[in-house]
């Protein structure tokens, strides 16, 4: 297991205690939480890039698709 420090914006680490106090978990399971979540959102998004880059298709950044 890693410790880790973290610091946070006011306004976040307000969402964050409002979460800790209507969900009765503490922080750390939250943010356990998000990382995953995260994290795996970010795994799947590499794969479907890698996978288009095989395939040789042109990938779209989300700018370029707000402007199309």
């Given at each position: 297991?890693?410790?880790?420090?973290?610091?946070?914006?006011?306004?976040?680490?307000?969402?964050?205690?409002?979460l800790?106090?209507?969900?009765?978990?503490?922080?750390?399971?939250?943010?356990?939480?998000?990382?995953?979540?995260?994290?795996?959102?970010?795994?799947?998004?590499?794969?479907v890039?890698?996978?288009?880059?095989?395939?040789?298709?042109?990938?779209?950044?989300?700018?370029?698709?707000?402007?199309?």
């Amino acid at each position: 297991m890693i410790d880790v420090k973290v610091n946070l914006p006011k306004k976040l680490e307000k969402h964050l205690n409002y979460l800790e106090a209507v969900s009765k978990r503490p922080k750390e399971f939250i943010i356990q939480e998000a990382l995953i979540r995260y994290l795996e959102d970010a795994e799947d998004i590499a794969k479907v890039f890698k996978r288009e880059r095989k395939k040789g298709d042109k990938t779209y950044t989300t700018e370029e698709l707000h402007n199309t």
